[in-house]
Nanobody, 121 residues
Framework: QVQLVESGGGLEQPGGSLRLSCAAS????????MNWYRQGSGKQRELVAG???????TAPDSMKGRFTISMDSAKNTVHLQMNNLKPEDTAVYYC???????????????WGQGTQVTVSS
Protein backbone atom coordinates (compact mmCIF):
# COMPACT_ATOMS: atom_id res chain seq x y z
CA GLN A 1 0.00 0.00 0.00
CA VAL A 2 1.31 3.41 -0.98
CA GLN A 3 1.12 6.34 1.39
CA LEU A 4 1.95 10.02 1.13
CA VAL A 5 2.65 11.84 4.36
CA GLU A 6 3.02 15.61 4.46
CA SER A 7 4.77 17.64 7.13
CA GLY A 8 5.94 21.18 7.75
CA GLY A 9 2.72 23.16 7.83
CA GLY A 10 1.81 25.61 10.54
CA LEU A 11 1.30 29.26 11.38
CA GLU A 12 3.62 31.83 9.85
CA GLN A 13 3.61 35.60 9.71
CA PRO A 14 3.30 37.47 6.42
CA GLY A 15 6.67 37.69 4.75
CA GLY A 16 7.89 34.54 6.44
CA SER A 17 8.87 31.18 4.99
CA LEU A 18 7.80 27.59 5.40
CA ARG A 19 9.10 24.36 3.94
CA LEU A 20 6.68 21.52 3.34
CA SER A 21 7.77 17.94 2.84
CA CYS A 22 5.97 14.89 1.52
CA ALA A 23 7.33 11.39 1.77
CA ALA A 24 5.98 8.57 -0.35
CA SER A 25 6.28 5.12 1.16
CA UNK A 26 5.06 1.59 0.65
CA UNK A 27 5.17 -0.80 -2.27
CA UNK A 28 6.35 1.67 -4.90
CA UNK A 29 7.61 0.51 -8.26
CA UNK A 30 8.02 3.89 -9.88
CA UNK A 31 7.11 7.52 -9.21
CA UNK A 32 6.33 9.37 -12.39
CA UNK A 33 5.47 12.77 -10.97
CA MET A 34 4.91 14.56 -7.67
CA ASN A 35 2.82 17.68 -7.21
CA TRP A 36 1.70 20.14 -4.55
CA TYR A 37 -1.86 21.42 -4.59
CA ARG A 38 -3.61 23.74 -2.20
CA GLN A 39 -7.20 24.47 -1.29
CA GLY A 40 -8.25 27.57 0.57
CA SER A 41 -11.51 27.82 2.46
CA GLY A 42 -14.37 28.01 -0.01
CA LYS A 43 -12.02 27.73 -2.96
CA GLN A 44 -11.22 25.09 -5.53
CA ARG A 45 -8.11 23.01 -5.22
CA GLU A 46 -5.32 24.48 -7.34
CA LEU A 47 -1.93 23.31 -8.54
CA VAL A 48 1.02 24.96 -6.81
CA ALA A 49 3.91 23.15 -8.49
CA GLY A 50 4.91 19.81 -9.95
CA UNK A 51 8.12 17.91 -10.59
CA UNK A 52 9.25 14.91 -12.57
CA UNK A 53 11.98 12.86 -10.84
CA UNK A 54 15.26 13.98 -12.35
CA UNK A 55 13.39 16.26 -14.68
CA UNK A 56 11.87 19.69 -14.94
CA UNK A 57 9.50 21.48 -12.62
CA THR A 58 6.29 23.17 -13.59
CA ALA A 59 4.17 25.77 -11.89
CA PRO A 60 1.39 28.17 -12.79
CA ASP A 61 2.62 31.70 -13.42
CA SER A 62 0.84 32.87 -10.25
CA MET A 63 2.98 30.51 -8.16
CA LYS A 64 6.35 31.22 -9.72
CA GLY A 65 8.87 33.29 -7.82
CA ARG A 66 7.80 32.55 -4.25
CA PHE A 67 7.32 28.79 -4.36
CA THR A 68 10.03 26.28 -5.24
CA ILE A 69 9.51 22.55 -5.59
CA SER A 70 12.33 20.05 -5.27
CA MET A 71 12.64 16.32 -4.97
CA ASP A 72 14.96 13.82 -3.31
CA SER A 73 14.38 10.84 -5.55
CA ALA A 74 16.45 8.52 -3.37
CA LYS A 75 14.05 9.20 -0.48
CA ASN A 76 10.87 9.50 -2.57
CA THR A 77 10.38 12.87 -0.92
CA VAL A 78 9.22 16.15 -2.41
CA HIS A 79 9.63 19.54 -0.80
CA LEU A 80 7.90 22.87 -1.29
CA GLN A 81 9.83 25.95 -0.19
CA MET A 82 7.47 28.86 0.31
CA ASN A 83 8.93 32.34 0.74
CA ASN A 84 7.44 35.78 1.31
CA LEU A 85 4.20 34.21 2.45
CA LYS A 86 1.00 36.18 2.14
CA PRO A 87 -2.34 35.77 3.94
CA GLU A 88 -3.86 34.56 0.68
CA ASP A 89 -1.49 31.59 0.80
CA THR A 90 -3.51 30.27 3.72
CA ALA A 91 -4.81 26.88 2.67
CA VAL A 92 -4.55 23.16 3.16
CA TYR A 93 -1.62 21.97 1.08
CA TYR A 94 -1.87 18.51 -0.45
CA CYS A 95 0.82 16.27 -1.84
CA UNK A 96 -0.09 14.29 -4.94
CA UNK A 97 1.91 11.65 -6.76
CA UNK A 98 1.51 9.54 -9.87
CA UNK A 99 2.83 6.15 -8.79
CA UNK A 100 2.99 2.66 -10.22
CA UNK A 101 2.80 0.20 -7.34
CA UNK A 102 4.92 -2.94 -7.05
CA UNK A 103 1.94 -5.26 -7.21
CA UNK A 104 1.71 -4.78 -10.95
CA UNK A 105 -1.44 -2.72 -10.66
CA UNK A 106 -2.11 0.34 -12.77
CA UNK A 107 -0.46 3.68 -12.22
CA UNK A 108 -2.57 5.65 -9.79
CA UNK A 109 -2.83 9.19 -8.49
CA UNK A 110 -2.28 9.16 -4.74
CA TRP A 111 -3.04 11.97 -2.31
CA GLY A 112 -1.74 12.86 1.11
CA GLN A 113 -3.98 13.90 3.97
CA GLY A 114 -3.03 17.56 3.67
CA THR A 115 -1.21 19.98 5.92
CA GLN A 116 -2.60 23.32 7.07
CA VAL A 117 -0.67 26.47 6.29
CA THR A 118 -1.92 29.64 7.94
CA VAL A 119 -0.37 33.01 7.20
CA SER A 120 -1.44 35.62 9.69
CA SER A 121 -0.01 38.31 11.92
Amino acid sequence: QVQLVESGGGLEQPGGSLRLSCAASGAIFNIFRMNWYRQGSGKQRELVAGIVPGGPTTAPDSMKGRFTISMDSAKNTVHLQMNNLKPEDTAVYYCNALIRPQDGGPTYSYWGQGTQVTVSS
